[in-house]
């Protein structure tokens, strides 16, 4: 899914949204809005509310329960809405996706965490696995490297502000 790969479903390595995959959780979700509110959804979401990881996590957690709030004409009016993200009553309704090896660029060197998990499009969750046969690695490994994707790529950035 890589930009340079042979399936690729991101424009380049600082982008960790599936726009693709969100576009369409976003139609199927959102029957009754019209399709140009999908660029004031990804817009929402690309834009970190703070510096602040935790604000940030917040501020996407309420965006999941409540809906990214989209403005649209309509019959010369101006209507208010909420574009959901998730399908919280038919979970059959959204793509849930395990990636392996996602390369996203970061501040100092690409990182390639070992498995990133998809809802819809959107990074959800960083798994760091270390091998249970080295005897030098432990959790702790595991735990400073997630740090350091926190504090230095662009799996942190305002494209995916939550991590």
């Known amino acids: 899914i890589a930009p340079d790969g ?3 479903q991101r424009d380049d390595y600082a982008q960790v949204i599936l726009k693709h995959d969100l576009e369409v959780a976003f139609t199927h979700i959102n029957p009754q809005l019209p399709h140009e509110c999908f660029e004031q959804v ?11 990881l935790i604000t940030n996590n917040r501020a996407f957690h309420r965006l999941l329960l409540e809906g990214v709030p989209v403005e649209f004409k309509q019959d010369e009016e101006i209507h ?7 399908d919280f009553e038919q979970l059959t309704n959204n793509r849930f996706v395990a990636i392996n090896q996602f390369t996203v660029s970061g501040t100092k060197q690409p990182r390639r965490p070992d498995v990133i998990c998809f809802i819809n499009g959107l990074p959800f969750a960083v798994l760091e696995l270390k091998s249970p046969s080295d005897e030098n690695t432990d959790i702790w490994d595991a735990f400073n490297q ?7 790529s662009a799996i942190c950035s305002s494209s995916m502000r939550r991590w």
């Open 6 to 8: 042979a399936d690729p």
């Open 42 to 52: 990804v817009s929402k979401l690309s834009q970190a509310e703070s510096l602040d």
């Open 80 to 86: 208010n809405d909420h574009a959901f993200l998730v």
């Open 146 to 152: 997630l740090q350091t994707y926190k504090d230095e």
